[in-house]
């Protein structure tokens, strides 16, 4: 049974990573491409993680998946913050 829960996990977190992955590559603006990899990336690295907290049974594969939930959306903000301190402007809503 673990083993099918391993396996879930990990194609999750896989999926996610290749859809983050997709939008940065192909959306258009700085700011949406950095939505997709703080977004969808954090959840598939997120589950690739938990897969392996049931492989391994330790609790050291949640200290990481901690760390990268609180990282990453700080980091993006600062880099968005960052962005915009530097004059780039944010694109028109229609």
Do not use: N
């Not at 673990?2 to 590559?25: K, M, R, Y």
């Not at 998946?65 to 402007?89: M, N, Q």
């Amino acid at each position: 049974m673990s083993e099918i829960i391993i396996s879930a996990l990990l194609l999750v977190g896989a999926g996610f990573a290749l859809i983050g992955s997709i939008g940065l590559a192909r959306l258009p603006d700085f700011f949406m491409r950095l939505h997709g990899p703080t977004k969808a990336t954090t959840l598939g690295i997120g589950a690739m993680v938990l897969a392996s907290l049931v492989h391994g049974r330790t609790l050291a594969p949640l200290a990481v998946t901690v760390f990268l939930f609180i990282t990453a959306p700080v980091t993006a903000h600062v880099v968005s913050k960052a962005a915009l301190k530097r004059g780039r402007k944010v694109p028109e809503q229609d």
